[in-house]
């Protein structure tokens, strides 16, 4: 056994062992994105950089521990390396973490894994997919003017996917709340305003343990969802179906209440915390004295929290708009607000993760998205006042192009890229690479776009004895990892098609069907 230091931790290993591996046995994690738990080390990313007593960087995975050495996993210089790393990586990454069509909506929901599930006859799935970020399908799937399907890849083909229509369906065809309602942990916390942006704040707080409780001078909830919109186009029971929906969760109303200046000062001392949600402001808005600008109430960044310390702001009281989306999608962003102000930490909203683009389609690269996808212009309802019909929806779902990639959600690339702060345009010196997909019959898909040549795909194919597996084609700046011979997928992983997938620390190689993950 020997002894050494890291982070001024004393630490014993058997003889041998790698720096990275000492440290992990201190349960101190380095971050690295070639290393496999069922192979030798093969340094390639370079991610695991740490620092010895002499100042000296180097890959910890590759170095052997010895004898009282001391040293450094984590300073400025060490984060330094570790985004030039990643800088490097990226330089060559070619592909979305998000879909366009999930970035141009204002609630940010995850509309590809929707049109996955909705393909694929999982009803209840995607509802979870949905109201993850839109507390309001049915309703926004009628009004939305879909910013989404003015984002679609789809377009550039021939026309979008009917993305609003497909939302409208999952809230008509799923009256239920998805998840189970946690308890209470004891924070309350009023919304003053039950519009589209109050009851989604409601209902993700109360989906997070806090109670909430909405304060609306009408005696009914829906605010200009109720008042500024025709029947016709948003039914009233469709409405009240599914406020009703967000008060079964636990959330309390109170209508026929007015809230002025002095009831403000009630709530301010009642409650944890205040959400301003009134809608346009108005001199009763005023009263409350937060400082504003010409539009509005003032509110930091994308924290939405006012001059007043634990009061936050949302929807049109901030700035006038007619997109209901934009304000339902505030309420679950002031919901992570919320949350971070109880917890003391810095109040930023909803977290982001790093998002690589690439830009628009080239005319080569339609045939590769429209592998997955079937042939055809956009459909409609063939009776129009009730929406799709499942097997309607089911064909409009399958044209969805996929531009997502399927492992945004648990990228080690891009969690990495997140945490260093890593930028994809440092070292971008030469026009990207086209786009290419490849299919294998067991349910995978190889995006080389996306491949940083960590290896870790070959070595495994190597371990487990494919007959012909994959391996690295070329020399130098221009190699790839392929199939020897220009063998198919099938061919080449016939055995460990999803060892090889769960091990690829990107979205190059990827199961094409995930179950949709439920509300964390």
């Keep these: ?31 690295a994105l070639c290393l496999h738990n069922e192979l030798d080390h093969f340094t390639s990313c370079m991610l695991c950089l740490v620092k010895d007593g002499s100042g000296k960087l180097f890959p910890s995975c590759s170095v052997k521990a010895t004898d009282h050495m001391q040293i450094i996993t984590e300073d400025e210089e060490i984060r330094e390396g570790r985004q030039m790393a990643l800088e490097l990586l990226l330089s060559e990454h070619v592909g979305d973490c998000e879909a366009p069509c999930q970035i141009g909506c204002p609630a940010h929901m995850n509309i590809p894994l929707m049109n996955r599930l909705i393909a694929a006859g999982k009803w209840e799935e995607s509802l979870k997919v949905v109201k993850r970020d839109i507390a309001l399908p049915a309703v926004l799937g009628r009004i939305c003017p879909a910013p989404c399907e003015g984002a679609c890849h789809r377009k550039t083909v021939d026309e979008p996917v009917s993305i609003c229509l497909l939302k409208r369906f999952v809230g008509d065809e799923n009256d239920l709340h998805p998840w189970p309602v946690p308890p209470l942990e004891g924070k309350r916390v009023a919304i003053i305003g039950a519009g589209p942006a109050g009851l989604a704040a409601a209902y993700y707080l109360r989906l997070r343990g806090v109670e909430p409780h909405l304060y609306d001078r009408a005696p009914k909830a829906g605010g200009q969802l109720r008042t500024a919109i025709s029947r016709d186009i948003l039914p009233e029971e469709l409405l009240d179906r599914e406020i009703r929906t967000i008060l079964a969760t636990g959330v309390t109303f109170n209508g026929n209440t007015t809230i002025d200046d002095r009831h403000f000062e009630q709530l301010r001392r009642n409650y944890d ?19 504003g600008t010409a539009k509005g109430i003032q509110v930091t960044g994308e924290g939405y929290e006012t001059s007043e310390a634990g009061i936050f702001a949302i929807g049109n009281v901030l700035r006038s708009s007619r ?15 919320v949350l971070q102000y109880f917890h003391g930490g810095k109040i930023i909203g909803e977290p982001r993760l790093f998002n690589s683009r690439f830009g628009k389609l080239r005319p080569t690269e339609f045939a590769e998205y429209l592998k997955e996808s079937v042939a055809g212009k956009r459909r409609f309802p063939a009776d129009s006042p009730r929406g799709f019909t499942p097997e309607e929806a089911v064909e409009e779902a399958r044209r969805c192009m996929h531009c997502d990639c399927r492992a945004a959600d648990d990228c080690k690339l891009r969690d990495f890229s997140t945490r260093y702060a890593a930028s994809q345009k440092r070292f971008q010196t030469s026009p990207r690479r086209d786009m290419t997909k490849k299919f294998q019959a067991k349910g995978i898909v190889y995006e080389p776009g996306k491949c940083i040549k960590c290896g870790i795909c070959v070595r495994l194919t190597e371990k487990y004895r494919e007959k012909f597996g994959l391996t690295f084609i070329g020399r130098g700046f221009d190699v790839e990892i392929g199939i020897p011979f220009d063998e198919s997928m099938d061919v080449a992983l016939e055995k460990v098609a999803l060892v090889v997938a769960e091990g690829c620390p990107t979205g190059a190689l990827e199961p094409i069907h995930k179950a949709g993950d439920p509300l964390q």
């Design 1 to 31: 056994m020997i002894k050494l230091k890291i982070d001024h931790q004393e630490v014993e290993v058997p003889e041998g062992s790698s720096v990275w591996k000492a440290a992990e046995a201190a349960g101190i994690h380095i971050p």
């Design 273 to 291: 915390a205040l959400i301003v949600a009134t809608g346009n402001i108005d001199d009763t808005t005023k009263a409350f004295q937060l400082a």
């Design 323 to 337: 997109l209901a989306v934009r304000s339902v999608g505030q309420g679950k962003e002031v919901a992570f607000a």
